[in-house]
């Protein structure tokens, strides 16, 4: 894969590290609803060396023309930037008995990595057939935890998806996504009035690992609850690509509400 863009000859940069901002490896999962091909390629340009990923989501993607898809894709792989789809096309692909057929498809256009999941309908698949499918195609495969429309998380319900989210993990899939929908609302780890469940976060990052979790932050409270909780190192998905640049800004405490934050803001000059 293409090496990205990197900051560290550039004026921006070097003033940057005087005031003691830290270099920090990709740990934001941008969102693609359907942007057109030139401005997903602007972004990329703009903002590719912050993405761990580009995710295209839900199944925008198979009703788009298929050139602007594969457009998309050849411009995330020419940045350096690895392209993950979103786990409704996998859940409907299993409904009806198609998931051979849909790897082809994503592993034939060129995406990276897919999503599994459950959110909303009930495929009862083996988790090591689904990554031996995947990685005989080149495909790696993630798996999103949490149902898209039974509400926040109950305590039941969280060591469900503790269980759930082990067993993908141990079948060799390479993280777990955390569901929080487009709203980060009465779903997942968020209450009605969009607040996180501080403990049930807790309890995921302590059995897994952060490194292991991504959180789905749909908009700027979730976004920022995440990273003023866990800090910087914490990986989010779902942002959208003109949100790219803010996420990160209070990521490295450059943001004025983040810089309030120790956990956030730059060390100053050494």
Same mark, same amino acid.
């Given at each position: 894969?293409p090496?990205?863009p @990197?900051? /560290?000859?550039s004026s921006t940069?070097?003033?940057l =590290?005087a005031?003691?901002?830290?270099?920090?490896?990709p740990?934001?999962?941008?969102?693609?609803?359907?942007?057109?091909?030139? @401005?997903?390629?602007?972004h990329? =340009?703009?903002?590719?060396?912050?993405?761990s #990923?580009?995710?295209?989501?839900?199944?925008?993607?198979q009703?788009?023309?298929e +050139?602007?898809t594969?457009r998309?894709i050849?411009?995330?792989?020419k940045m350096?930037?690895?392209i993950?789809?979103?786990?409704?096309?996998?859940? &409907?692909?299993a409904?009806?008995?198609?998931?051979?057929?849909?790897?082809?498809?994503? !592993?034939?256009?060129?995406? @990276?990595?897919? /999503?599994?999941?459950e959110?909303?309908?009930?495929t009862?698949?083996?988790p #090591?057939a689904i990554v031996?499918?995947?990685?005989?195609?080149?495909? =790696?495969?993630q798996?999103?935890?949490g /149902?898209?429309?039974?509400?926040?998380?109950t305590?039941?319900?969280l %060591? =469900?998806?503790i269980?759930i989210g082990r #067993?993908?993990?141990?079948?060799g *899939?390479?993280?777990?996504?955390?569901?929080?929908?487009?709203?980060?609302?009465?779903?997942?780890?968020f209450? !009605?009035q969009g +607040?996180?469940?501080?403990? !049930?976060?807790?309890?995921?990052?302590? @059995?897994f690992?952060?490194?292991a979790?991504?959180?789905? !932050?749909?908009?700027k409270?979730?976004?920022f *609850?995440?990273?003023?909780?866990?800090?910087?190192?914490?990986?989010l998905?779902n &942002?959208r690509?003109?949100?790219v640049?803010r996420?990160?800004?209070y990521?490295?405490g450059?943001? #004025?509400?983040?810089? %309030?934050?120790?956990?956030l803001?730059?060390r100053g000059?050494k």
């Amino acid at each position: 894969m293409p090496q990205r863009p @990197t900051p /560290e000859a550039s004026s921006t940069w070097r003033y940057l =590290e005087a005031i003691g901002v830290s270099q920090l490896p990709p740990r934001c999962v941008a969102f693609d609803p359907g942007y057109d091909p030139a @401005t997903v390629e602007s972004h990329l =340009e703009q903002s590719g060396h912050l993405m761990s #990923s580009l995710k295209l989501s839900m199944a925008c993607w198979q009703v788009a023309v298929e +050139s602007a898809t594969r457009r998309k894709i050849a411009a995330a792989k020419k940045m350096g930037v690895p392209i993950s789809t979103g786990g409704g096309p996998f859940e &409907v692909a299993a409904h009806f008995s198609k998931v051979d057929e849909y790897l082809d498809l994503c !592993a034939e256009l060129g995406v @990276t990595r897919i /999503e599994a999941g459950e959110g909303f309908i009930k495929t009862g698949l083996d988790p #090591s057939a689904i990554v031996a499918l995947a990685q005989s195609r080149g495909l =790696e495969v993630q798996y999103e935890v949490g /149902e898209k429309h039974s509400g926040a998380l109950t305590p039941e319900g969280l %060591q =469900e998806v503790i269980e759930i989210g082990r #067993s993908w993990l141990d079948a060799g *899939a390479k993280q777990l996504v955390v569901e929080a929908r487009e709203s980060a609302s009465n779903v997942g780890l968020f209450d !009605a009035q969009g +607040s996180l469940n501080l403990g !049930a976060a807790d309890r995921l990052a302590e @059995t897994f690992g952060l490194s292991a979790l991504v959180f789905e !932050a749909p908009n700027k409270p979730s976004q920022f *609850a995440f990273m003023r909780h866990f800090g910087p190192e914490v990986e989010l998905c779902n &942002v959208r690509l003109e949100e790219v640049l803010r996420v990160e800004i209070y990521r490295r405490g450059l943001h #004025s509400d983040a810089f %309030q934050h120790e956990v956030l803001r730059p060390r100053g000059p050494k």
